[in-house]
């Protein structure tokens, strides 16, 4: 009996030791390959035979990644660079191109692609710089990728009649192509029907090579797994000018894309997502992050969801998060049937104690809200928060980080986190920053939040140095308040505060602050 061909094999690496530095071995999650899935899925929907290598949540060696390609023997190799935070795009592709050259230099003898937030952001520069990537995708990839498959040939002759991708030419030049469409919200169901799960890796039962943030599992080490992570929509109907999410949805040839300029939502049906959590629940698999940007934003498709969830969730087993906005998260009565439906936990972006502040980012869309009283409403349906702040916007300075931070003691969530602004590649933020000539990374790591190498945007009146250490003390001061651990304490035990005061013991190193006198 003959063996099909492999189409194609996605791989999927990190930069997690150094972008999470020493917090990587045991603080950080271990998210799977969620787009990694999807395009699996799509693309074995069709009749293509492939495979997923997710060498970060294995461990793998450049060496066993190249091995184990060469058994595989593929048509492709397609690197899929995102990742659950907003940074993870460009932060992963130093883990991704150190190993694209690896496999190059010794000789792998196939086409590698790339896609991803980083080059969908800057295909051309990417290409500049990397010289071992063949080709990128200029958006979500999933009918240029379908058309790649259909070639026998990866010359130019035959790239130039594919949408959707970035490459160079015999002339060495780049050619950035007409752009494709992304998968309308009518074809969801069908163009990316579902996730590939029994694809990944596992030890002994599915789903328990990843695990879930610290705060997610109540800061229980043995409830971080197994864990998985799904979307029930693509994008954000949103504007915001320190995000680059909405990259996905890119639908222009331009050498730097603008994600503000994309902002659109597109949703799988209630009846078909539900499935897929049936799938994870069938598997075992309890602990679940919903990914997407605005899970709590239309009523039409999260609250028949949310009712078939709380048909399975009777014994009140999930253990699930979602991101909502603080302006969107008011009425109570959906509250309640969040928390039914196994969403124990809402990740909120309040962004900034300062409204003058929080509405420039915002673009003048985020709707002014009394946050406690929002706050004290999702507490009082039994849901805990973890409020998410930026130190460093424009508009910034002492006093307004002051009172943003002064105002997450206030609401003490038993969730906490607070990034240091950075002009992500794809955001309004960086294209303002490369107009203004502002110093940027000069590493893929330097995008990271928690690297060694993070070089945050500074205000008109803070240096970045500033920022950081501002924001480095604030994660300290917060995890060591009396108020958030008595907090904990009664939620969660005794086991957890202590979890939670050895990780305020690990200390970040800072390339910007080595030399601090501020």
């Known amino acids: 009996m003959n063996k099909k061909k492999l189409d194609c094999v996605f791989l999927v690496v990190s930069s997690s030791k150094k972008s999470y530095q020493t917090l990587a071995k045991t603080y950080s999650a271990i998210e799977p390959p969620t787009w990694a899935l999807l395009l699996a899925q799509s693309t074995r929907s069709i009749g293509y035979n492939v495979k997923i290598i997710d060498a970060n949540a294995e461990g793998l060696s450049e060496t066993e990644i190249f091995d184990r390609i060469k058994a595989y023997d593929p048509k492709i190799i397609c690197m899929v660079v995102y990742g659950q935070n907003v940074n993870a795009g460009t932060a992963n592709m130093s883990g ?17 692609c790339f896609i991803g937030s980083h080059v969908q952001a800057l295909p051309k520069e990417t290409l500049e710089t990397e010289k071992n990537i ?21 010359e130019h002759s035959n790239l130039k009649e594919i949408k959707g991708i970035a490459y160079r030419s015999h002339e060495n030049k780049i050619i950035i192509n007409k752009s494709e469409q992304v998968v309308p919200t009518e074809k969801m169901d069908i163009d990316l029907p579902g996730y590939a799960w029994d694809l990944l890796p596992f030890n002994k039962n599915p789903m328990d090579l990843y695990r879930a943030p610290m705060w997610h599992a109540e800061y229980d080490f043995n409830k971080r797994s197994p864990y998985a992570s799904l979307q029930t929509s693509l994008g954000c109907q949103f504007k915001c000018n320190f995000c680059m999410i909405n990259l996905i949805n890119r639908d222009d040839e331009n050498e730097v894309g603008v994600a503000s300029e994309y902002n659109n939502m597109r949703f799988w049906s209630p009846d078909f997502i539900i499935k897929e959590f049936d799938k994870l629940i069938k598997m075992g698999v309890r602990t679940i ?7 709590l934003l239309n009523p039409k498709y999260y609250v028949p969801l949310c009712e078939k969830l709380a048909e399975r969730n009777k014994d009140d087993s999930l253990r699930m ?24 936990w809402l990740c909120l972006g309040i962004e900034s104690g300062n409204k003058s502040v929080r509405l420039e980012v915002a673009k003048g869309k985020f709707e002014d809200v009394q946050v406690k009283d929002v706050i004290n409403k999702i507490h009082e349906a039994g849901i805990d928060v973890m409020a998410n702040y930026i130190f460093g916007l424009p508009g910034d300075n ?60 500074p205000t008109k009146s803070l240096s970045a140095a500033e920022i950081l ?34 990780m305020t013991k690990v200390k970040l190193k800072r390339k910007l602050l080595e030399n601090d006198n501020t």
């Open 96 to 112: 991704a191109t150190h190993i694209t050259n690896f496999l190059k230099n010794n000789n792998i003898g196939k086409k590698i």
């Open 289 to 295: 992050r919903i990914v997407d940007e605005m899970f």
């Open 321 to 344: 998060w979602s991101y909502s906005r603080i302006d969107t998260v008011k009425r109570p009565e959906i509250l309640k049937l969040v928390r039914k439906a196994g969403i124990k």
């Open 398 to 457: 002492k006093e307004t980080i002051n009172e943003t931070f002064n105002l997450s003691l206030e609401l003490c969530t038993a969730g906490w986190n607070t990034y240091a602004a950075m002009a992500l590649p794809g955001s309004l933020l960086y294209k303002n920053a490369k107009d203004m000539k502002i110093n940027l990374p000069n590493s893929y790591e330097g995008y990271s939040f928690h690297s060694y190498d993070t070089l945050p945007l």
């Open 134 to 154: 063949d080709f990128v995708f200029t958006n979500e990839g999933v009918y240029a990728l379908r058309n790649i498959l259909k070639l026998d040939q990866f």
């Open 469 to 502: 250490k501002l924001r480095d003390e604030a994660f300290t001061k917060y995890h060591t308040n009396k108020s958030f651990l008595k907090l904990i304490e009664k939620k969660f035990g005794t086991k957890a505060t202590e979890n939670i005061i050895n």
